[in-house]
């Protein structure tokens, strides 16, 4: 099959066998594959993995138990023993001998066809496209700060960043009653916000810091925790997604002396994902950019990089 | 009167005008003050504050209100204007206008006499010696920890740093049923700890990474953070009590894959501490490495530099 391939920061088109899918992996042709910043920092040399790249996926169960075969499947991405202290005490997704779809120790979905856990997909909605469906992995991660702060009328919360994952995190909050400012840079994605009634702020002109009870930290750039640090409240919370491939240095004490919270958010709720999505309460549809065949997945990752694109999707198996 | 001040990076023993009392402030005569970790990185830059240095102090009360003339008293730092939104919201140790006794635009204790607000101040039980009372505001600043976590018998919980803080850290969590372990460098701390049966180890014997529940960052030193995210397990917590003069890079990747909880902390209950004293709960006598005058105050600060000593105490009018 044809997969794309990551390796030393080197990306490439290769031919590679179809996987098989071991006990109780199931066997998924994949439709459209979604391009995410962590796929552009592993090609930057983040956790240095090598092997088949991509983690957002919608695809079709070709061999599995009767109740996914032939049945259109989005996956969670972590895999996990299901007997270490993580997995025993409820905490899989950080399982100590995890394999992670595309981004650790297991082959990912920018291919024609990938295996997983069946316990890991998820059926997805009829009323859901394709399209719509390779949201709901990030989509599940947006929808995680709503399990890590307390949100109330009178909160006043800014995500900033408006790439693909702020732009997903501003819509969940934007479901809520809260006092939402999305903060970025780039008019585009601004304007995309403006459009769904979204109180959006240039971070050239916003002008509240140091007033915000929580921020979302949505970036993708070492630029984006000081930035944070200044728009919080003494007290506040930060909730922070972005890995960056490079450490960079970072003055925490505004964290001290403030007496900050620093949440690290990752993977969140499918179900959650799933839901709005059947619901149309997100807006996913305005986000891509462009839909390319695999055979195109250099130049599509290339395309993801550049600021002016948000969402590029791989058609798998066109 | 004499005091020790700071300016652009040097120390001196000063005459000072001795200051007066304003609507609301009481005039305190120092007698014994503490020189703690954060003195040590004004004088290497910290904060930019220049002025007298000093914020650990027990004194008596010679202009005030007739409840507390003549009377022992230790003073929280944070002086407040009472009006901003942060005072208004029950915040006020973040108060938009404060100033901070010793630190930031405010003359501190390692003086003949200081001012401070009436509301401030804090009387001293009479079981607790003056040399006992001087650490309050550390003990406050340590027993703030239980009101950043949920302390349970079976919480794993790491104090890494066994300085002047990392000691009574240690020492206040250790009045908890919960599964501490102290963790330093320093063979003569350690043994202090060992002695009171509170189990310790040196990091470079320290073996359950990844483990902790909970890790207190006390290290006063930037490698404290990337140890303290070494040590605590995934979805765990991390209190971070250093500030440094220095930005240091900091890869916060483990703390978004980890999904770890970083909270600031800074100051503490004065009402906990003085508790504590009057109680003989927390041993600080143990602490104390050498009690000198202030007119020898400028070697008192190279001493405290030492990792051989523990508190070094000024004695402010001798």
């Not at 990306?11 to 098989?20: A, G, H, K, Q, W």
């Not at 750039?221 to 970072?250: D, F, H, N, Q, Y």
């Not at 059947?278 to 130049?299: C, T, Y």
């Amino acid at each position: 099959m044809r997969a794309l391939v990551v390796d030393s920061g080197k990306l490439s088109l290769r031919d590679e066998p179809t996987p098989t899918a071991s006990a109780g992996e199931v066997l998924i042709k994949v439709s459209l594959a979604g391009i995410c910043a962590t796929d552009l920092e592993i090609l930057k040399g983040y956790g240095g993995f090598k092997g088949i790249l991509g983690h957002e996926f919608v695809g079709v169960v070709t061999i599995g138990p009767d109740a996914l075969i032939n049945k259109r499947v989005v996956g969670e991405i972590n895999c996990v023993c299901g007997r270490c202290d993580m997995c025993t005490s409820g905490l899989s997704s950080h399982c100590r001998r995890r394999t992670v779809l595309g981004i650790q120790g297991r082959p990912g979905v920018f291919a024609e066809f990938v295996t997983l856990p069946e316990r890991n997909c998820h059926l997805v909605p009829d009323g859901v496209t394709d399209a719509e469906a390779v949201f709901t992995e990030p989509l599940a991660a947006a929808y995680q700060v709503l399990r890590q702060i307390k949100l109330e009328t009178k909160t006043s919360i800014a995500v900033i960043g408006t790439g693909r994952l702020g732009l997903l995190v501003a819509q969940v909050l934007a479901q809520f009653p809260c006092r939402l400012t999305a903060v970025g840079r780039n008019p585009r994605t601004l304007d995309l916000l403006d459009r769904k009634r979204i109180r959006t702020s240039n971070v050239t002109e916003f002008s509240h810091w140091g007033e915000q009870d929580v921020v979302i930290e949505c970036t993708g750039s070492p630029e984006g925790l000081p930035l944070a640090m200044r728009m919080v409240r003494p007290k506040g919370t930060i909730i922070l997604k972005t890995t960056c491939a490079t450490p960079t240095p970072a003055d925490l004490t505004p964290l001290v002396v403030n007496e900050i919270s620093l949440l690290g958010s990752r993977c969140g709720p499918f179900s959650d994902a799933l839901g709005a999505l059947a619901r149309k309460q997100v807006d996913v549809q305005s986000m891509i950019s462009k839909q390319m065949p695999l055979s195109e997945g250099v130049a599509a990752m290339s395309l993801a990089a550049d600021p002016n694109h948000i969402k590029i999707l791989l058609a798998c198996n066109t």
